[in-house]
């Protein structure tokens, strides 16, 4: 990662199954800085992982369909998940959970089986994301028997934003977080801005993976894609971005779909409904004034609105716009 002539300096491990990033301008920072985001991202954890028996999210599949307070933590990730479903008109849905288990991701990705027996692909719609009930200002949430939430296409954007933001604001520097293909930045850039890797597989190490890179000073940026997250059943292979519509792994013609918003939530909501849009999605993310990056399954790449060709361009700040059923 390069910052031009201001110091920086970076550390690298992994949390929430995924790989995690985290530079500071302010070199002296980084110890209690990374003290700080390890201690968020176990909340984060503890509150939206449908993997662990005692996450707050998991208790919900015992909670009868009752109304049931929940923490302050789960409360802003349920809100950022409901923030894409209203978003996308539930393109981007949080009741996949049991589609997802259903196709064989029902525990950590490094645990699922890539190469298993046959699965029942039966095409049923999820449940929606209108059949939850959520009360931020009470903090309650209640959901129905039969539902299972997975924040997956949310969580750690939202998380990302959250972090990078309290970081600025406690350490009085410039701060990028990265978690897995979700990067937010605040606080002061560094002079040329945080030059950003974007590539087909993020957990990828090769230095010599295809790869672009793009320089952001403020917002984020989010990959979605049906690369990394990539598994066979019978032959046939599925991966972890699921259609509401069908309650099956999207059938889409990109490989990845990088774009740029104000946040990194906002940017990860409309990658992943880019995905699951499939052929319709350079239209609409057009229309919503977003920059993006569309990666095709045969390699050939689209691009929207100001995604710069090459590295060097100016820095992205820009919101998702009330176009296109958006708001």
């Known amino acids: 990662m390069s910052t031009g002539t201001r110091p920086y300096a970076a550390a690298d491990w992994r949390a929430l199954g995924c790989a995690v990033r985290l530079a500071v301008t302010d070199p002296a920072a980084l110890t209690d800085a990374r003290q ?12 939206c992982s449908r993997f662990r ?10 909670s009868g369909g009752r109304e049931t307070p929940i923490s302050d933590v789960l409360s802003e990730a349920i809100a950022a998940a ?16 049991s589609a997802l288990a259903g196709l064989g991701y029902d525990r950590d990705f490094t645990l699922v089986e890539h190469d298993g027996s046959p699965v029942k692909l039966v ?8 059949r939850i009930a959520f009360d931020a200002e009470q903090r309650t949430l209640a959901v129905p028997s039969g539902i299972q939430l997975d924040l997956g296409a949310t969580a750690k954007a939202w998380a990302a934003d959250r972090a990078a933001g309290d970081l600025a604001a406690e350490f009085g520097c410039g701060v990028l977080v990265g978690l897995g293909g979700d990067v937010a930045v605040a606080g002061p850039a560094p002079e040329d801005g945080w030059s950003v890797r974007v590539q087909d597989r993020t957990e990828d190490p090769d230095p ?32 972890h971005i699921i259609d509401p519509h069908t309650g099956l792994s999207a059938r889409t013609p990109w490989r990845t ?25 350079p239209a609409w993310l057009a229309e919503c004034d977003l920059d993006a990056r569309l990666l095709a ?7 929207i609105g100001r995604w710069p060709a090459a590295p060097g361009s100016t820095g992205f700040s820009y919101a998702i716009r009330p176009k296109g059923g958006l708001s």
């Open 36 to 47: 700080a985001l390890t201690r968020w991202l176990a909340r984060v954890d503890c509150a």
């Open 53 to 62: 028996d005692d996450s707050e999210i998991t208790a919900l599949d015992h």
């Open 82 to 97: 409901l923030r894409g479903a209203e978003l996308t008109d539930g393109d981007v849905d949080p009741t996949v959970g």
């Open 123 to 130: 095409v049923r719609p999820v449940p929606g994301w209108r």
């Open 208 to 239: 010599d993976a295809p790869h672009t890179s793009v320089l952001i000073r403020d917002g984020g940026l989010a990959t979605s894609g049906t690369a990394a997250r990539r598994w066979t059943r019978g032959g046939r292979t599925l991966h």
């Open 257 to 281: 779909v990088s774009v740029t918003a104000a946040g990194c939530l906002d940017a990860n909501i409309a990658s992943t409904a880019a995905v699951i849009r499939g052929t319709r999605a």
């Open 297 to 303: 399954e045969d390699g050939t790449v689209c691009t």
